[in-house]
């Protein structure tokens, strides 16, 4: 389904072109991306259409998904979960892999690789090593490499003890202290600490200094906890006169990224936690880009 040959070269060709006139004319992509969700969001707009794709793939003239292989939905088992797919799953993955069955070539499979940026006004390169995946040395390739042990054995049964060993020791916490690993994203670490540990009763302060920041506000509006939020200019730390504004306010929570890894701002947790202890509020830290970093 999805377009090969010169057909696709001449689509690289537009999308290069129109990437050179937004980059010349200085056009934010945020507003790219909200125009595009706009778009592509809009609750029955065409009704008719027989083809869909998603405006911000990285390659959607290749993930052309027809209609009438989407719907109507069919249900699966996901494992132990019945889940709603596609109706017709083989001419999806077709159509974005080809032969999806098998393996490509060892030298054309792709991760995530940092990308080497080119900056039109400055004309200066970097390496961009955004925050997971990255390189990975030699040595923790083999790590990879390796058979992982069955969960059901006491091989993967000691092999998590002393991780929890380990994260209760790096952290300082206390002798009863426990260790929770959540199979699952940064975000849906964020989302299960805020669903488990705030409730409706409390008043929560969330320092919002970027997207993540805006995350933690979206899931506290999402769950309906009553919160206020220090909204911070992007680039902009925390200051102890801001902080200071929230003192002595009947706040039981206080919510922070340690690193808004969206701006590169790192927050002074030493400052954050002496208030916090002032004002008996309890403290939730998002560390996922942080931990072992100091």
């Known amino acids: ?3 090969s040959g010169w057909k696709a070269k001449i689509i690289h060709a537009i999308c290069g072109l129109a990437h050179l ?3 010349i004319l200085h056009v934010p992509k945020t507003w790219i991306y909200k125009k595009a969700y706009e778009a592509e969001t809009r609750s029955n707009h065409y009704t008719k259409t ?12 290749m993930n052309l998904y027809a209609v009438k292989d989407i719907y109507p939905l069919r249900k699966l088992l996901f494992e132990d979960v019945e889940l709603n797919f596609p109706h017709n799953l083989h001419n999806n993955l ?18 995530h690789y940092p990308y080497e940026l080119e900056f039109l006004r400055r004309r200066k390169r970097m390496i961009n090593f955004t925050v997971g995946p990255v390189q990975s040395s030699e040595e923790v390739r083999k ?19 002393e991780n929890e060993r380990l994260m209760l020791k790096f952290a300082k916490a206390d002798d009863d202290a426990r260790t929770v690993f959540i199979t699952g994203s940064g975000t849906a670490s964020m989302e299960a600490v805020i669903m488990n540990t705030l409730t409706v ?7 919002n200094g970027g997207s993540f920041g805006q995350r933690f506000v979206d899931l506290c509006e999402m769950y309906e906890i009553p919160y206020s939020q220090i909204k911070l200019e992007t680039g902009k730390a925390l200051q102890k006169d801001t902080l200071e504004l929230f003192n002595g306010k009947g706040y039981s ?22 208030f916090c202890r002032k004002n008996k ?9 942080s931990f072992f970093s100091r």
Do not use: W
Not at 94 to 111: A, V
Not at 259 to 268: A, F, I, L, N, W
């Open 1 to 3: 389904m999805g377009f």
């Open 281 to 289: 509020m309890f403290l939730i830290v998002d560390a996922i880009s």
């Open 50 to 61: 027989k083809n869909l794709i998603s405006f911000c793939d990285t390659t959607p003239y």
């Open 143 to 161: 790590i990879g490499y390796e058979q992982v042990p069955y969960f059901r054995t006491s091989e993967f049964s000691d092999i998590m003890f």
């Open 21 to 23: 006139v937004l980059s």
């Open 94 to 111: 077709t159509g974005m892999y080809g032969d999806y069955m098998q393996l490509p070539p060892e030298e054309k499979r792709k991760n």
């Open 201 to 207: 009763e409390d008043k929560v302060l969330i320092v």
């Open 253 to 274: 929570a206080f919510v922070v990224n340690v690193h808004e890894t969206s701006t590169g701002v790192h927050y002074d947790m030493k400052m954050i936690s002496d």
